[in-house]
């Protein structure tokens, strides 16, 4: 099977499988991820706002509009990278993921990740970043890369070599001079691993 057609079958099973159904009763679209599915950087969110439910995109709104820019900063398009988030559906008045949410979500997201096959993943926020490195702490750790091996198949023992570089979530940035200023420099460390 193609990417395209194993990612659309893995978002089908999520809808059919009822996943997270709380959430997906208050949901209106499911946002599963969008951008280059071969691309060699994946953004992992944490959860859709509004404007995502709304438009079943991720990061379309105040805080999409951040990362568009912290990209161009690095020369780099929505086209050059895949964005998703840990949970799929907003949770309700844009609260942050339960324990139970995001570890629903993380088998699919594992998948997911799979299928793009990355070569850095940049998880945005401490949501995304303790699904992969738990108990640690985004401010001492953002913008440090870490290569990881990202497990593919326990039965068969494959691993995956992946860089993780936890970043702040552009959402904090937003009315917080100092994080944006962190966000923007932690940024330029993503041309470096792409050269
Ligand atoms: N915040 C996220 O974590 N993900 C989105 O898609 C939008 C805002």
Same mark, same amino acid.
């Given at each position: 099977m193609q990417k395209e057609e194993m990612?659309?079958?893995?978002?089908q099973e999520i809808i059919q499988d009822n996943v997270c159904l709380k959430l997906k009763e208050g949901?209106?679209?499911?946002?599963? =991820?969008? =951008?280059?599915?071969?691309?060699?950087i994946m953004f992992i969110g944490e959860a859709p706002g509004k404007n995502e439910d709304l438009s079943g995109e991720p990061f379309v709104g105040a805080a999409g509009k951040l990362l568009n820019e912290l990209l161009e900063s690095v020369k780099l398009t929505r086209e050059d990278v895949y964005i998703t988030n840990i949970v799929k559906y907003r949770p309700p008045q844009n609260r942050d993921p339960l324990p139970e949410e995001k570890e629903q979500f993380l088998p699919f997201l594992r998948r997911q990740i799979e299928i793009i096959s990355p070569k850095i993943i940049i998880t945005l926020g401490r949501h995304s970043m303790n699904c992969f490195l738990p108990g640690e702490q985004i401010s001492k750790i953002h913008g440090i890369p870490r290569k990881m091996k990202f497990v593919l198949d326990h039965l068969k023992k494959s691993y995956k070599e992946v860089v993780f570089i936890p970043f702040f979530h552009p959402a904090a940035a937003l009315y917080n001079g100092s994080l944006r200023k962190s966000l923007f420099l932690d940024f330029k460390i993503v041309s470096k691993y792409l050269n």
């Open positions: 990612l659309k079958s893995l978002k949901a209106t679209n499911l946002v599963f =991820g969008s =951008g280059n599915i071969n691309a060699q």
